[in-house]
């Protein structure tokens, strides 16, 4: 068999419905990741090379040391565990966070992002809300004051997120 077969087979445009689409600049990507791949396609510098020693030379450049500041999830449940397990560690750096009560208690602070997650009158579903100050029984977030109750029925955490992540450039 060609080694071109699947390129030019009927199935690849049936699964693609006749549409392609060639990356020949780096505009969004970062530059040393968009050559990494780059090379990796026919005429690339990689292409010819083992797919093991790829990918351990993949792993070892592009290795990200900690956990990551955010994570696409598709279960409720981990993301409900992403979530916590994130805010308890990113509380001990804030003294004054405040905790929260709620479906998902959360611990929040002056600075921490937090996204709508429950339109309403007062926020919008997908909208990434700062928190500005705390008071007794309220947190005012992207200018709107929210009781406590009212933010933990409307905000999510950051960390980890079904859909919302473009304020963030992903």
Known sequence: MAEDAFQHSNLLLKLCGCNRLTLT???????????????LIRGGSRFELPMS????????T?????PA????????????????????????????????KGEQG?????????????????????????????????????GIKLSFAHLASTMRLPWANIRQLSGYGI
């Open 53 to 60: 020693s790829v990918l351990l030379e993949a792993r070892a």
């Open 106 to 142: 959360m611990w929040v602070w002056p600075g921490l992002v937090l996204f709508g997650s429950s339109g309403g009158r007062k926020t919008r579903n997908g909208v990434s809300y700062v928190v500005e100050s705390i008071g007794e029984d309220s947190v005012v977030a992207g």
């Open 69 to 100: 500041q955010h994570n696409l999830c598709i279960s409720h449940r981990k993301r409900h565990q992403i979530n916590k397990e994130a805010n308890e560690r990113e509380r001990l750096a804030h003294p004054e966070a405040v905790f929260v």
């Open 25 to 39: 600049q780096c505009m969004r990507s970062e530059g040393d990741l968009f050559a990494f791949y780059a090379s």
């Open 62 to 66: 592009f290795c990200r040391q900690g």
